[in-house]
């Protein structure tokens, strides 16, 4: 479907896109062969433990971003920086969970901090400034088109994208997974340690990808006031817990005792200290990032309202 029409894109996919594809799920199934059969052959950067939907959410995505780029015009296209941004950002994201750096982020506390840093702020901030998401839908097939301009969709967006909720969410997930009796259990269960990351992902991209539009409302969600608002408010209750943590002096999060630490001369309340350190400073880092950005983007929309 065609985001300037609404009308289906004409054609079938050409040649280059069925190896291009066939290529994707030939690369899929060889990693997990090797990841379930041949673990200690996989390379540093290969997964640690291979995750099909995370794979084939990320190189799909890339391959629909970079088909809708060769579908747009010169003029259409999002300049250099933001799509050097978004393919950044979905890198950033795939190596946090589908690396080696997955196996010591479970066994060090200030290392799965690092991990849902990257996947909450760092790597959604970086996907929000790419503005991707018309490229990505130039690109898909038509069925995804379709289906995000349907009416339950829309719907469901302007909930989960409305100041109130999208706050409520973005920080409630962090402090929800941090939970001791929460974190210890989602740590040891794969299923619902899957379930954790996706979350912070998920919700990480939809809070900036709200907050970092480039569009005045409407058809954004929010006025640019709300949104810079938000991005000091998230900080906040981010501050708030990395300082709990930071000066706790006893064992929060025994469930990294449990398994055995990655880096065993680290004692569990040095760890802790680092990884409150971790929450604390690059997320409001982040969010001093988002305001600014906010902040020029409310600058150049009223430029051009004046124009």
């Given at each position: 479907m065609s985001l300037a029409t609404g009308e289906a894109m004409p054609g079938r996919p050409g040649w280059g896109?069925?190896?291009?594809?066939?290529?994707?799920?030939?690369?899929?199934?060889?990693?997990?062969?090797?990841?379930t059969r041949?673990?200690?052959?996989?390379?540093?950067?290969?997964?640690?433990?291979?995750?099909?939907?995370?794979?084939?959410?990320?190189?799909?995505?890339?391959?629909w971003y970079l088909r809708g780029l060769t579908r747009m015009a010169e003029a259409e296209r999002p300049v250099l920086w933001r799509r050097v941004s978004f393919v950044a950002g979905v890198l950033l994201l795939y190596a946090v969970v589908q690396t080696a750096f997955d196996?010591?982020?479970?066994?060090?506390?200030?290392?799965?901090?690092?991990?849902?840093?990257?996947?909450?702020?760092?790597?959604?901030?970086?996907?929000?400034?790419?503005?991707?998401?018309?490229?990505i839908l130039r690109g898909a097939p038509g069925w995804l088109s379709a289906l995000t301009q349907s009416g339950p969709v829309r719907a469901f967006m302007a909930v989960i994208q409305h100041p109130v909720p999208?706050?409520?969410?973005?920080?409630?997930?962090?402090?929800?997974?941090?939970?001791?009796?929460?974190?210890?259990?989602?740590?040891?269960?794969?299923?619902?340690?899957?379930?954790?990351?996706?979350?912070?992902?998920?919700?990480?991209?939809?809070?900036?990808?709200?907050?970092?539009?480039?569009?005045?409302?409407?058809?954004?969600h929010a006025r640019f006031g709300t949104r810079a608002a938000l991005s000091v408010a998230v900080m906040f209750p981010q501050i708030v817990l990395g300082a709990i943590i930071t000066f706790s002096n006893r064992d929060l999060y025994p469930f990294y005792a449990y398994c055995g630490r990655y880096f065993p001369n680290i004692?569990?309340?040095?760890?802790?200290?680092?990884?409150?350190?971790?929450?604390w400073i690059p997320p409001?880092?982040?969010?001093?990032?988002?305001?600014?950005?906010?902040?020029?983007?409310?600058?150049?929309?009223?430029a051009r309202g004046r124009s």
């Open positions: 896109s069925r190896a291009a594809q066939g290529a994707i799920l030939a690369l899929g199934a060889l990693l997990w062969v090797v990841s041949y673990p200690a052959d996989m390379p540093l950067i290969g997964p640690y433990d291979f995750s099909a939907p995370i794979y084939f959410a990320t190189t799909f995505t890339l391959f196996y010591p982020a479970q066994r060090m506390f200030f290392l799965s901090r690092i991990q849902h840093v990257v996947l909450h702020h760092i790597g959604p901030v970086l996907i929000g400034l790419s503005m991707a998401g018309p490229v999208a706050t409520l969410l973005f920080s409630g997930s962090f402090y929800f997974w941090l939970w001791p009796p929460v974190h210890f259990v989602a740590m040891l269960n794969r299923p619902l340690y899957e379930l954790m990351n996706w979350t912070m992902a998920v919700d990480g991209i939809l809070f900036w990808a709200m907050v970092l539009d480039t569009r005045p409302k409407p058809p954004a004692s569990a309340v040095t760890d802790q200290q680092i990884g409150g350190i971790v929450i409001a880092m982040m969010s001093a990032v988002g305001l600014l950005v906010v902040l020029g983007n409310m600058r150049r929309a009223e």
